[in-house]
Every structure is written in structure tokens, then in C-alpha cells.
């Protein structure tokens, strides 16, 4: 009975997903090397030497958040899935002009994503996970869909600590960057992630009014930009 017992709790540690917090620091390795500082992704020779990123991946799926864990160490880890899956849907499909090129103009909801366990869609990690469970619109600037529309995928990757400020400034830059919006006092012609997701803002004025300097009356009025999907690649 004892050897029973002995080979179920071994069995169950193997087969049990590891409960610390996964090393970002592959995933920080392949953002410095083959991610711009505005955002642009080199696939084409991430393509021919992603053994870091395919180990990153692994490093993810082993780790699967626990009830242990800070609310940032989970957020910080679910853009990281969201962002380093997305890259790596790219690379096994370069070249290509767009991620809408891919199923049928519809990869977000292909369950392909293994974390322990559990198997998610994209789609299922931004509006079943992050979105209603963190209740914070500024991850719409951390996430990255890998389109030049597409808020910049950030260069680094995102840990607990650096988690507020980098959402500060991902939120801050995308704003204020006139490739994705053009602030006035009288108008707004804002990216359509505001007009999509416009319920998580609760006010669009007030949340942009926050992050830039322009002082936006109350009567401007608000457009919004049509989306390139086109590949955020250099």
C-alpha cells in the first residue's frame, strides 16, 4: 500500500504543472534581438533561429498561473502568452502579409495555445481571461495582434514589477503617437481600437483627455481610423 502510494504521489508531480512563476528571460532575449524599439518584428530571421522562442513557449506552457500567484505575476503572464504565441503563429507561417491571411481570415479562434492542462484560442485569452478578469483597459496597448495598426509589441517582456509601468507607458505612447491617433482640441480621429472596445474605457474622452497634453473640449468630436492589418514586420 505504501508502494502505491509512493508511485501516485510521484505520478502526480510529474504530470502537475510547476507552481513558481516561468523565467521571462528567454522571451526578454528574443524581443531585444529580433523586436525594434517602435515595434517591428524581424520574422524573417526570427523564422531561422526560433529554438528560444520555441523554448519560451515551453517555459509557458510547464507554468500555468496558480491560485499562489499575485494578481501581476498573472496579468504580466497572459500578455506575455498572448504576445509570444501571436509572434510564433508568424513564424511558423512566414512569409506572410498579414495574420489575417491565416484561417481563413479568422486565427483568433483556433484552440491551439497548450498551457498545462488547458487549451485556448487567442480569443480566449484576451476576452474570456484578461479582459474581464483584470478589469484594466490599458492591456489593449500591451496586447499585439502583429498589425501595423496594432499598438507596438514592446521590446521587453513584461514581469510583475515592471507591470504598471510599462503599461503607463505603452498606454502614454500609443496615444500620443499620430500614426494611430490625431488628438485636437475640437476633434479626435482615434485607432478603431477605441470604437471596439469602447465599453472598456467606460469614457473615451476622459481615458485619452488622461494621456496627452492637448486640452480636448468636451464637444470634440470622435472618428475613428481605418485598421491596417497588414504585418507589423521590418
Known amino acids: 500500500m505504501i508502494y502505491v502510494s509512493f508511485l501516485l504521489t510521484i505520478m502526480t508531480t510529474l504530470s502537475a504543472p510547476e507552481a513558481s512563476t516561468p523565467d521571462h528571460s528567454l522571451w526578454e532575449a528574443v524581443l531585444q534581438q529580433y523586436v525594434s524599439e517602435d515595434g517591428a518584428v524581424n520574422y524573417k530571421k526570427l523564422a531561422k533561429n526560433n529554438k528560444d522562442l520555441n523554448a519560451y513557449l515551453e517555459e509557458l506552457a510547464n507554468h500555468p498561473p496558480m491560485d ?35 484561417h481563413d481570415g479568422n486565427p483568433w479562434d483556433v484552440k491551439w495555445i497548450k498551457l498545462g492542462r488547458q487549451t485556448y484560442s487567442l480569443n480566449q485569452i484576451e476576452h474570456d481571461i484578461i479582459r474581464p478578469r483584470y478589469n484594466e483597459p490599458r492591456i489593449h496597448f500591451a496586447v499585439n495582434c502583429a498589425a501595423q495598426s496594432c499598438p507596438p509589441l514592446l521590446n521587453h517582456a513584461w514581469t510583475a514589477d515592471k507591470l504598471e509601468q510599462y503599461l503607463e507607458q505603452q498606454t502614454q505612447a500609443f496615444i500620443n503617437n499620430e500614426a494611430y491617433n490625431t488628438i485636437s482640441a475640437k476633434s479626435l480621429e482615434l485607432s478603431q481600437i477605441f470604437n471596439w472596445y469602447g465599453e472598456d474605457f467606460d469614457d473615451v474622452k476622459a481615458f485619452v483627455d488622461r494621456y496627452t497634453t492637448t486640452d480636448v473640449k468636451d464637444s470634440a468630436e470622435v472618428s475613428f481610423r481605418e485598421y491596417n492589418w497588414a504585418l507589423n514586420a521590418k
Not at 497572459?78 to 502579409?97: E, Q, R
Open 68 to 102: 499562489s500567484w499575485s494578481r501581476d505575476e498573472k496579468l504580466a503572464y497572459w500578455i506575455n502568452v498572448y504576445n509570444a504565441f501571436t509572434v510564433k503563429l508568424i513564424v511558423d507561417n512566414y512569409p506572410v502579409k498579414s495574420i489575417r491571411d491565416l
